[in-house]
């Protein structure tokens, strides 16, 4: 039995061409409460800077804990769920990609950054108290702008932006590596990751995507891994494995359905495939409600 999704499609939806917004998380909470938050996705991006937490918060059918001084970054789309012990304390901030068209920030801006991933792992980023101060700074600015009627303010809003993921992705790229070599596995990885998210349904082999992008296949799989600690392969085989999840637990299409729309020749190689994937069949994984979420 499938389960409904909600899906929220404005920031603000008492203010449906609000493109930006900030909250605490510790109000956000006293607004929810009693109620459950229920699995759902956002058609904007969510950034979560936690100072104070306890809890897990489950991301793509992955559950993570949800702690001090964390930062998670939630793409649109991506199916989320937080589960709080306690109250929570930090920010909720979010901005739709007409936010960025709007400050001219580039969408390969969010691309080159890495910290948005639409599908497979996406762990937290742990902050240090002097890191999360730097955050928390920004994060307040945007609070404090938000609530004012000054000049400029959008534009104000999206360099506070801007510098707060500038900062997130700096924490991330502690390690010194040839500044070159990194510009060019970059460009690898963004053309990469488009293909994929146009083909992942038609082509499911590494060599289909190198011989789009005219490099070898051990190529690939190598500038991919040392960017993003996984393979060429195993980064088709998660996004794959994110949509088939996501269809089997939220849609009402049948295994077989699902097999053909993500480009299985026979249902049985889409069984195969899931259950070494993730060590259960896909009809024992849409059946228990249990699995998941």
């Known amino acids: 039995m499938s389960n409904p999704i909600k899906t929220y499609e404005f920031v603000d939806r008492s203010d449906t ?26 058609n904007f991006y969510t950034i979560l800077l936690i100072k104070k937490a306890e809890g897990t918060h489950r991301i793509d059918f992955n559950e993570y804990a949800l702690e001090n001084n964390q930062v998670f970054f939630i793409s649109p789309g991506q199916v989320h769920q937080i589960q709080e012990k306690q109250k929570s304390y930090g920010w909720v901030i979010t901005f739709s990609r007409q936010f960025l068209v709007e400050n001219n920030i580039d969408y390969c801006f969010i691309e080159d950054i890495n910290l948005f991933t639409a599908y497979g792992e996406t762990p937290p980023l742990y902050l240090n108290i002097q890191q999360h101060e730097v955050l928390d700074r920004y994060s307040q600015q945007m609070y404090k702008t938000q609530k004012s009627n000054i000049k400029f303010k959008a534009q104000k809003q999206g360099a506070l932006v801007k510098l707060f993921l500038i900062a997130c992705n700096n924490i991330c790229s502690l390690d010194e590596r040839n500044t070159q070599q990194l510009q060019a596995g970059a460009t690898i990885l963004k053309d990469f990751k488009n ?31 040392s ?9 088709v085989q998660s996004r794959i494995i994110i949509a088939a999840k996501r269809m089997l637990f939220f849609s ?17 190689n889409f069984s195969n495939f899931f259950k070494k994937s993730t060590g259960i069949s896909p009809s024992v994984f849409k059946n228990n409600g249990n699995v998941g979420f």
């Open 252 to 268: 009402e299409q049948t295994t077989k359905e699902i097999a053909y729309t993500l480009g299985f020749s026979e249902p049985s």
């Open 195 to 225: 293909l994929v998210e146009d083909r992942f349904s038609e082509w499911h082999l590494v060599q289909q995507y190198a011989k789009a992008l005219h490099v070898t296949p051990d190529h690939l799989n190598r500038t991919i891994k």
């Open 17 to 42: 061409l609000m493109t930006f917004d900030i909250k605490k998380t510790e109000d956000v909470h006293e607004a929810k409460n009693p109620k459950l938050d229920t699995p759902h996705r956002h």
């Open 227 to 235: 960017l993003i600690g996984k393979t060429a392969k195993e980064y």
